[in-house]
């Protein structure tokens, strides 16, 4: 049976612990970032853990059995920003982000060539999959679904989300989790939705996956020069 696109409203997707996303018509459902300011559509920005000491911003790194870096973590240096990423919407015309839209794809937003030294081109040279873009994968070693950039096969279909997390009444800090919301099953009207969390394997490389219990607690900080950009590709003996 062909499948069609499901355009149900967004208080249908349920996550993995049996919540909504919240929907958007409520009175402020926006994300915003460390400024304050709304986070938009197009923009970079650096996602960086709320809880500090564990842990800095997102990247990517050869893990495996990979020859070139495809496999999104965590920075086990809790000074590092990472490399910023950039949301792309589904629908034209929209400029902010608010909770529980459905993403038309994340990929980081700065990408130099330099990070994959050697490296071939991706296997599918399309605006629709750059070689940054992130991607979910099934039957790996991460033991579940993991996040991967453009070159694997098994790719699992969905779209990404930002829920914010409960307020914690110990802090001040605004925290928010990146949710996966899987392509429903035939005619379904409901999307399973998991978190975005991390695992560690034995290396240490802090790999980011889906996963129904803890996720990766995040706030959105504004990239502002490529010169804040270092070495942001972990060696799988890091």
């Not at 249908?12 to 970032?33: G, I, K």
């Not at 000491?53 to 920003?81: M, Y």
């Not at 959105?220 to 804040?228: G, M, P, T």
């Amino acid at each position: 049976m062909k499948r069609t696109p499901i355009l149900f409203p967004l208080f249908f997707l349920l996550c993995a612990f049996t919540s909504y996303l919240p929907s958007a018509t409520a009175d402020d459902d926006h994300v915003y970032d460390t400024d304050g300011d709304k986070l938009q559509y197009g923009v970079n920005y650096f996602v960086l853990p709320v809880i500090r000491g564990n842990g800095g911003g997102i990247q990517v790194a050869k893990a495996g059995n990979e020859t070139c870096p495809l496999t999104v973590v965590q920075s086990g240096n809790e000074l590092s920003e990472g490399l910023p990423i950039k949301i792309a919407s589904r629908s034209a015309g929209v400029a902010f982000i608010t909770q529980g839209q459905l993403f038309k794809s994340i990929q980081f937003g700065v990408f130099p060539s330099t990070l994959r030294p050697g490296c071939p081109p991706s296997p599918i040279p399309s605006k629709w999959d750059p070689p940054s873009k992130w991607t979910i994968v099934e039957g790996l070693p991460e033991r579940g679904l993991a996040v991967k950039l453009v070159g694997y096969q098994n790719r699992v279909s969905g779209w990404f989300s930002i829920v914010k997390v409960a307020d914690d009444a110990s802090s001040s800090s605004v925290g928010y989790k990146l949710v996966f919301c899987l392509w429903p099953e035939e005619e379904v009207a409901i999307h399973l939705c998991k978190n975005v969390g991390i695992r560690t394997d034995g290396k240490g490389i802090r790999r980011l996956v889906l996963s129904e219990n803890t996720p990766l607690v995040v706030q959105f900080q504004k990239f502002r020069s490529a010169l804040a950009l270092n070495n942001h590709v972990l060696s799988a003996s890091e």
